[in-house]
């Protein structure tokens, strides 16, 4: 297994933070605090609808408001080849054959993809959180309602 995936994990080139927040004893003032004051030297970016500003830094709405097309792509994993671009929540390209491969190397695009993109793009669907159902290994815990 390659670990070149593995290094966006570890090795950001930057953080949202969900949930970003200044209040004193709060998770995300706490978290804000950590990245700043370890010198992380990566773009952090706090993510909160009831702040624009967050220890000095532009806070977003939500996530969908940030345009980091690098890391808004989805690759292939074996070739590298940009699959799916997005901006914000819309999908510009779409470069998948039929069952979701890669048309450079045939390598299925781990995740369940239509032949064509859907109709996704700015707007909220609502989502149901609920237990898990059937055998464990494969449970799934949200269900789209709509
Ligand atoms: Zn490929």
Redesign the pocket.
């Known amino acids: 297994m390659s670990t070149q995936n593995l290094q966006r994990i570890f090795r950001p080139a930057g953080v949202a933070v969900i949930g970003a927040s200044q209040r004193h004893g709060s998770v995300g003032d706490a978290v804000m605090r950590n990245l700043l004051d370890a010198d992380f030297r990566r773009t952090v970016i706090p993510v909160n609808p009831k702040h624009e500003e967050i220890h000095g830094l532009r806070a977003y709405q939500e996530v969908g408001q940030l345009s980091e097309p690098e890391g808004q792509t989805t690759y ?1 994993s ?4 940009p699959l799916i671009t997005r901006v914000s929540h819309s999908i510009a390209t779409w470069n998948l054959t039929d069952g979701g491969r ?1 048309p ?4 299925c695009c781990a995740g369940v993809f239509e032949s064509q993109p859907g109709e996704w793009g700015n707007r909220h669907l609502p989502v149901h959180i609920g237990q898990p159902t059937g055998d464990s290994k494969r449970a799934r815990f949200a269900k789209r309602t709509s």
């Open positions: 292939c074996v070739c590298h080849q890669c450079r190397c045939s390598s």
